[in-house]
Nanobody, 126 residues
Framework: QVQLVESGGGLVEAGTSLRLSCAVS????????VGWFRQVPGKEREFVAA????????LYDDNVKGRFTLSRDNAKNTVYLQMNSLSPEDTAVYYC???????????????????WGQGTQVTASS
């Protein structure tokens, strides 16, 4: 059974940075497509970034491209989301998700993922 545990959220000033971590257990992180999604209360969950399994491509939503970086530490079986130049519009609960066999056209679709973490709150104040 795959389990995902996020950490690293918090309250920061706009313009600063945070790094989220997603610790994966039950499977090697390299064997999974791992993504980050975020959700604001009352709004739909939205895709942030993902890296496909086995050294596949990393994809970003246009709203975070150039500011956020997804990386992976195979030795720690952990995926990171480095978030720079945070703005109040980035405020949300951030979720780590994972799955196997996700085709490229479905990477941005949360319904394609089998496993989800509990979420971590990120708040960027102006």
């Amino acid at each position: 059974q795959v389990q995902l545990v996020e950490s690293g959220g918090g309250l920061v000033e706009a313009g600063t940075s945070l790094r989220l971590s997603c610790a994966v257990s039950g499977r090697t992180v390299n064997s999974l497509t791992v993504g980050w999604f975020r959700q604001v209360p009352g709004k739909e969950r939205e895709f942030v970034a993902a890296r496909r399994r086995n050294g596949g491509a990393t994809l970003y939503d246009d709203n975070v491209k150039g500011r956020f970086t997804l990386s992976r530490d195979n030795a720690k079986n952990t995926v990171y989301l480095q978030m720079n130049s945070l703005s109040p519009e980035d405020t949300a609960v951030y979720y780590c998700a994972a799955g196997s066999g996700i085709i490229l056209s479905s990477v941005r679709d949360g319904a394609a993922y089998d496993y989800w973490g509990q979420g971590t709150q990120v708040t960027a104040s102006s």
